[in-house]
């Protein structure tokens, strides 16, 4: 373990770990892209050696399956250390810019710097991707990175917490075991970025903390991200695509779609369609869905008990079990479960569910479907279904969204020259590639002036009629 932190004073042994870390992110200022490369090709071979026992760890915290571990958990960081070790000598090279008419005579170039020491609060659940993944961006950059990653998944952490010991030195990255006070005690140093992957309200807290040291951020959060489904969508398709999307995880994804708006002329054919995609996908020899090994669980009790009574709220209030609906609670299952007629009133519909459950509200019109969309909070992702292309030009026109896709969901997770990320109540900032890497990064202009040469001399006080004149032609034509 490269953090055993002494009982004496825990708080002490962290702020000691932070100054440490201040005085290799001095050094790693000057780093270059080789050295870099090198700290994630570590990573990548450790990856590789030990994937088993990645896949039993989310095994052993959620059920996960060990495919959906390779393709959800693994693939994601390696793509990632991937794309970066590619692009990385060219993303720190200096860029020149044009210089405007105004400057004639000077340089100017836009030099990448590193941010420096940085804090990465990671999720439970996807515990390995979105720890790793953010770390790999950090060290891109050239950042120093003391990770504190979920307590709600022990086995993933401890991995985590045993990776990073056997790579680095505890001054170059770190992991800090513990409950939600280490969090809190952690945000009271004045880290150079804070990289937040969780909820919209935890998000608040964490950004109010490093407004105290003017620290900038990233928080990647969440919300109800919606899903059209419009009048001239291709049921199958969009029924299977939605499928995988919502129910990879058990639906524990902060991309999944959160409720479907279906044209009314729709929702009986996309019903059966998605029945038709769950017994293909999660019960092809008709044993059960619970008997899937596909199909992974409910995290902890207290999230099963939220999601039971989400459907049972819903159900109360007059929603119907379009399928689904069965919980075990012994093994955390919660069958895959669609609702029809849902109302706002039902908790299904003011949260972000974080569970199998999809809700189905119906409309007459796409500008219904988009002013409801509008009349909630911005989401992380919105999908949309359809082949019209003046539609789909409205939607995204018309809305606002971290991202969206067309005709398919979640998959741009997996895009890395994409920038993923929110907008405000879902997020600030954006990661992965080169978006990742800057989040990281300070952009620093540099002007370069050539001795003797001087713009401005006659803009210089004492102000006379030639500056007034030069000052009235700049405004006017540049």
């Known amino acids: 373990m490269n953090n055993p932190l002494p009982t004496e004073s825990k708080a002490q042994n962290r702020k000691r770990l932070f100054e440490d870390q201040s005085k290799t992110a001095q050094l790693w200022r000057s780093s270059n892209p080789l050295s870099r490369i090198e700290r994630l090709i570590k990573i990548r071979s450790w990856i590789k050696d030990n994937q088993q026992a990645i896949r039993d760890a989310l095994k052993n915290d959620f059920g996960k399956p060990e495919t959906e571990t390779d393709l959800s958990e693994i693939f994601p960081v390696t793509a990632e250390i991937n794309h970066s070790i590619k692009h990385l000598k060219k993303w720190m090279s200096p860029k020149s810019v044009s210089t405007p008419l105004p400057m004639l005579g000077t340089s100017s170039m836009i030099y990448i710097e590193p941010k420096g020491r940085a804090?990465?609060?990671?999720?439970?659940?996807?515990?390995?991707?979105?720890?790793?993944?953010?770390?790999?961006?950090?060290?891109?950059?050239?950042?120093?990175?003391?990770?504190?990653?979920?307590?709600?998944?022990?086995?993933?952490?401890?991995?985590?917490?045993?990776?990073?010991?056997?790579?680095?030195?505890?001054?170059?990255?770190?992991?800090?075991?513990?409950?939600?006070?280490?969090?809190?005690?952690?945000?009271?140093?004045?880290?150079?970025?804070?990289?937040?992957?969780?909820?919209?309200?935890?998000?608040?807290?964490?950004?109010?903390?490093?407004?105290?040291?003017?620290?900038?951020?990233?928080?990647?959060?969440?919300?109800?991200?919606?899903?059209?489904?419009?009048?001239?969508?291709?049921?199958?398709?969009?029924?299977?695509?939605?499928?995988?999307?919502?129910?990879?995880?058990?639906?524990?994804?902060?991309?999944?779609?959160?409720?479907?708006?279906?044209?009314?002329?729709?929702?009986?054919?996309?019903?059966?369609?998605?029945?038709?995609?769950?017994?293909?996908?999660?019960?092809?020899?008709?044993?059960?869905?619970?008997?899937?090994?596909?199909?992974?669980?409910?995290?902890?009790?207290?999230?099963?008990?939220?999601?039971?009574?989400?459907?049972?709220?819903?159900?109360?209030?007059?929603a119907e079990i379009s399928f689904g609906g069965t919980a075990k609670p012994h093994t955390r299952y919660i069958e895959p479960t669609i609702l029809t007629n849902v109302t706002d009133q039902m908790l299904v519909m003011q949260k972000e569910i974080f569970g199998p459950i999809l809700p189905i509200v119906t409309y007459n019109s796409l500008e219904e479907a988009i002013a409801y969309v509008n009349s909630k909070p911005k989401p992380l992702a919105l999908y949309y279904f359809g082949k019209n292309s003046e539609d789909t030009s409205t939607v995204l026109r018309e809305t606002s969204s971290g991202n969206a896709v067309i005709n398919d969901c979640v998959l741009h997770y997996l895009h890395m020259e994409l920038p993923f990320g929110g907008v405000n109540n879902s997020g600030i900032g954006k990661a992965h590639g080169y978006h990742g890497f800057l989040a990281f990064s300070n952009e620093k202009g540099v002007l370069k002036q050539r001795i003797g040469l001087n713009n401005v001399t006659l803009l210089r006080p004492p102000y006379g009629i030639r500056a007034r004149q030069i000052i009235a032609s700049l405004i006017k034509w540049f």
């Open 119 to 318: 804090l990465i609060i990671s999720p439970w659940n996807y515990p390995f991707n979105l720890t790793i993944g953010p770390l790999i961006s950090a060290l891109s950059a050239g950042c120093t990175a003391i990770i504190k990653p979920s307590e709600m998944t022990p086995h993933t952490s401890e991995l985590i917490s045993r990776m990073i010991s056997e790579l680095f030195k505890p001054n170059e990255v770190a992991v800090i075991l513990g409950e939600v006070d280490v969090s809190q005690d952690l945000l009271q140093l004045p880290f150079d970025h804070i990289f937040f992957t969780g909820s919209p309200a935890v998000g608040k807290i964490v950004m109010k903390a490093a407004a105290e040291h003017l620290t900038s951020v990233t928080l990647e959060l969440g919300g109800k991200s919606p899903a059209i489904v419009n009048r001239d969508a291709n049921c199958k398709d969009a029924a299977e695509k939605l499928i995988w999307g919502k129910y990879v995880n058990c639906g524990q994804t902060c991309i999944s779609p959160d409720y479907l708006l279906v044209h009314e002329s729709q929702l009986e054919t996309l019903l059966v369609e998605m029945k038709v995609a769950l017994q293909k996908m999660y019960d092809p020899d008709f044993n059960g869905i619970e008997q899937s090994p596909d199909m992974a669980r409910i995290v902890n009790d207290k999230h099963f008990d939220r999601l039971t009574r989400t459907i049972e709220d819903a159900v109360a209030k007059g």
